[in-house]
């Protein structure tokens, strides 16, 4: 059946630039599809441009605020508009890596601890041992990530004159860190589509490794013990579903190699993951013999039966 979409993407959160390579690849595949298209560099004015366009569907390709925190999928709600990915309840939680926890936890899923702490405090003394990990609360792509080591990297402790999200974000998150390796499961409509292993050239996962060609390896799938992998997927499902997450997400995890299982914990979810070239969801599909265009429209199935049986309860 073909459908008018309007990908909605760009926005002015720190991932406009992700987004719009995101929704390019989308819009272009959707096409190719046959669907109708009309592409949306939100702005400001994005209901009226939604209401213009009295799409079918919205697919929503936004990274970060305000697409991926509840706000936009909240204005889609009252407009009546369906759209994929999550909705509003879900996109509040899940992009908040403290509610995150909070809802997730008690549940079982094995997460690393931490709290929130004001930026400022970070110049008179360590909230944690060191090495330990400072975040802001609700971005994503790893934007503004900072791992404070026993080295003084920073200072010790952290200058006030060292280059850090604590001149961005008047609150972070502080966590351990947790030494060993990065793992990244995909789920499409509650599967697990596999485990990789990201292993950067140098230094850890941050924003410029995940969208710079070249800059991170990509093990896909891990090389990683069955059991680890099958834990990885497991947790990566029931995190989806805990949350109520829609169409795909993508489950961040640190393993440290020498705990076995018991060395691996979520670090968050991803209701909005990237769908450029390099992104992780594609290539987890990929080697599962699904195509990008493939992949598209699964997610666009999802959403418009999701969206239908919600309309009719």
Known sequence: MSLHVAVLMGGWSAEREVSLLSGTGIAEALESLGHRVTRIDMGRDVAQRLADAAPDLVFNALHGTPGEDGSVQG???LMGLRYTHSGMATSVIAIDKLLTKQALVPHGIPMPGGRIVK???LFAGDPL?????VKPVNEGSSVGVA????EGNYGNPILPDATGP??????LLAEPFIRGRELTTAVLAGRALGVT?????SGFYDYDAKYTDGMTEHLCPAPIPDAVAVACKGIAVEAHRLLGCR???RSDFRW???QGVDGLFLLEVNTQPGMTPLSLVPEQARHLGMSYAELVQAIVDEAMQDRALEHHA
């Open 75 to 77: 204005l889609m709600d």
């Open 129 to 133: 041992p060191r090495p330990y990990v």
């Open 166 to 171: 604590w001149h961005e974000y008047p609150e």
């Open 256 to 258: 440290d190699d020498g």
């Open 247 to 249: 169409g795909a997400s």
């Open 197 to 201: 292993e990201l292993q950067p050239r």
């Open 147 to 150: 791992i404070v080591t026993a």
């Open 119 to 121: 930026s400022a405090e």
